[in-house]
RNA sequence: CGGGCGGUGGCGCAGUUUGGUAGCGCACCAGACUGGGGGUCUGGGGGCCGCGGGUUCAAGUCCCGCCCGCCCGACCA
């Protein structure tokens, strides 16, 4: 662990002076706890038949003090387990990083170090959406990490927003500079000055640019994945000759990248609609927003798209010559979704043993274990694997027999593969190979032969049913309510949802005061209001990340 | 910034009250046995006890100063 001594040491009394504290139930969430569950011997779950019961009987026995509390877990030599996820939100998720190997507290406080497995997710998900910006027509380009202090302060409520979090520049070749130098917290400035120079004419409309880039916003709060004080993100900054096309522009990317991402790729279902003054981007005239709600509740913003309105073109003299030969100031949007969406794929799919992703989204779809070698399970392992890749899936064979079985199913388990094959001598004497499902923890036997379908179908399931389970977790945990007071109360283990008219601007301050703020507004319907202020509109109410 | 705590092998901690050879679990290394859910046994390696000063024959432990971090209260992808 980075950061020295002690950097990671928790502090905490409570804990240490409480009794053991004991959760009850079988920890490891071998538990057939879920609906329709028939569970083996084992603990585990077969789908449709079950295997010979010879396998796998483990005991979960003792207790075993975790930092200060102890867990019923099950070996006395288990390495450190997961805190449930119910009883320490906070705690299970970044026990999860750790332990999925995701990403490490970088050295400075607020830091952070990408793990390879994490940073695969990440570029799993760049993909995915560079593909659907540039389907929106938007190039990529790449603009400074270096903004002088001034651009940022063309734009009256941007410098106001941004000033708190800015990381600055004094110093540079071992002399003090004239003009400080701001590391970007966002690109709008530097582009915008840009624009300025590149955008004549009515032709040069619409400008559509995107920037893969890291930013700095500095944190005092800092999370892995949710808040750090750097982060990676997708920055898009677009021109465009009327309020219309601009404005357009803004909700296509709202639906057609982030809306597409996060629920056919990411299967985590989002609400969308227009933040109101309190919560709007800096510079903006209108944010449109996705809210996803996580396990515990909570709402996560995953992405945002605004109009700027002639703000920055004004500030920036970003004008053309239009059709008729006047000069106009040109409409813009910018949109971004970060790296905080990894942070979101645990918090919404996660469960007591580990991640869950998506196979989507998963840097591998499938996992082929070699249970032990001899008597050809080698070749049969390998095989395996070599056809469900020609089949066009991600996939490794895990052929390590040096390090125990339970050790590398648990460690898969963990990184949230969708699906394992496992491959063993039992089941291969009878011609049959076992097909893990990480989504649901159900395991079938088939043929071998029909490996290659039952991964194909475990895997559209998959996709499937962790989107419809966190669908259903939005579904029970938000509550219409009539007023604020109301709202507070509801928030505590999910959405509220109330008439904007019963809120206010009051209202939200009021709210603010509880921790809980209006994630977006939107119709009843869940549609998109036409203007801010459009009567009848709803106010969904949660506490954020 | 206000309040509450803590720095001891890679990680989590005990040891500090009452000064006397620096320990435990996990992880790591080697070998053997094992192998269908975090294996077992045997043997090993690894420490500026946050930093600096002091008291003492002797300091992880007592005293003084400093540094760093964690948790709880006001902003943000």
Same mark, same amino acid.
């Given at each position: ?13 409570? #804990? ?33 038949? *079950? ?5 796998? %009987? ?21 390495? $450190?387990? @997961? ?22 507290? /970088? ?19 760049? %993909? ?54 701001? !590391?970007?917290?966002?690109?709008? $400035? ?7 120079? +590149? ?9 559509? @640019? ?22 990676? +993100?997708?920055?898009?900054?677009? %021109?465009?000759?009327?309020?219309? =096309? ?35 981007? %800096? ?62 794929? @645990? ?26 070698? /001899? &008597? ?34 648990? #460690? +898969? &388990?963990?990184?949230?593969?969708? !699906? ?15 097909? !893990? ?47 604020? =007071? ?5 928030? &505590? =283990? ?28 939107? *119709? ?22």
């Amino acid at each position: 662990m980075p950061g020295g001594p002690g950097r990671r040491r928790s502090g905490r009394p409570s #804990d240490r002076h409480r009794p053991g504290l004991v959760v009850p139930g079988r920890f490891l969430g071998f538990s057939a706890r879920r609906r329709g569950a028939s569970s083996g011997v084992d603990g585990w779950r077969y789908r449709s038949r *079950r295997l010979p019961v010879r396998h796998l %009987a483990r005991s979960v026995d003792g207790n075993r003090v975790l930092r200060g509390r102890s867990f019923p877990v099950g070996s006395s030599a288990m390495a $450190t387990p @997961i805190t449930p996820r119910e009883h320490d939100f906070p705690r299970w998720y970044q026990d999860v990083i750790t332990q999925a190997e995701l990403a490490d507290n /970088g050295p400075v406080r607020g830091t952070m170090v990408i793990r390879p497995w994490g940073y695969a997710i990440w570029e799993r998900m760049q %993909a995915e959406m560079d593909t659907r910006i540039k389907e929106a027509g938007a190039d990529n380009a790449y603009f400074p990490l270096f903004i002088p202090e001034s651009y940022l302060q063309r734009e009256a409520e941007h410098v106001e927003g941004f000033s708190p979090e800015l990381a600055v520049v004094t110093h540079g070749g071992g002399k003090q500079l004239e003009e400080p130098i701001v !590391v970007r917290p966002t690109s709008e $400035t530097v582009i915008n000055s840009f624009f300025a120079k +590149w955008i004549q004419s009515y032709r040069d409309l619409p400008l559509l @640019i995107n920037q893969w880039a890291n930013v700095v916003r500095w944190e005092l709060r800092p999370r892995l994945f949710l808040r750090t004080s750097e982060f990676l +993100w997708q920055e898009g900054h677009t %021109a465009h000759s009327t309020a219309d =096309d601009a404005r357009q522009y803004a909700l296509r990317i709202l639906r057609d990248v982030y809306v597409s991402t996060m629920v056919e790729v990411l299967s985590i279902p989002v609400l969308t609609g227009h933040k109101t003054a309190r919560e709007r981007f %800096a510079g903006a005239t209108r944010t449109w927003t996705c809210e996803g709600m996580m396990g515990d509740g909570k709402a996560l913003q995953m992405g945002t798209s605004h109009e700027l309105g002639q703000n920055f073109a004004k500030a920036f003299g970003i004008q053309f010559s239009s059709e008729t030969g006047t000069q106009e100031y040109v409409w813009q949007t910018s949109w971004g979704a970060s790296t905080r969406l990894v942070g979101a794929v @645990i918090m919404a799919h996660g469960d007591d043993s580990g991640l869950r992703l998506p196979p989507r989204l998963a840097p591998l779809e499938v996992v082929v274990l070699l249970v032990k070698d /001899g &008597e050809g399970t080698a070749a049969a392992a390998s095989q395996i694997a070599s056809e469900l890749r020609s089949a066009g899936h991600r996939v490794r064979l895990d052929d390590r027999v040096d390090i125990s079985f339970g050790r590398r199913s648990v #460690d +898969w &388990e963990l990184k949230g593969v969708p !699906v394992r094959v496992e491959v063993g001598p039992r089941d291969l004497a009878d011609g049959l190979a076992t097909v !893990v499902r990480r989504s649901d923890r159900t395991k079938q036997a088939v043929a071998l032969a029909g490996v290659g379908p039952e991964v194909g179908s475990a895997l559209t399931e998959s996709q499937l049913s962790l989107l419809e389970e966190a669908q259903a977790r939005m579904q029970d945990r938000t509550r219409s309510v009539a007023t604020v =007071d109301e709202a507070v109360e509801a928030v &505590e =283990d999910g959405f509220a949802v109330l008439p904007w008219e019963a809120v206010g601007v009051d209202g939200e301050a009021r709210l603010a005061g509880s921790g809980v703020s209006v994630r977006c507004l939107q *119709r009843p319907d869940g549609t998109l209001a036409d203007a801010d202020d459009e009567p009848g509109l709803i106010a969904v109410v949660a506490k954020a990340y």
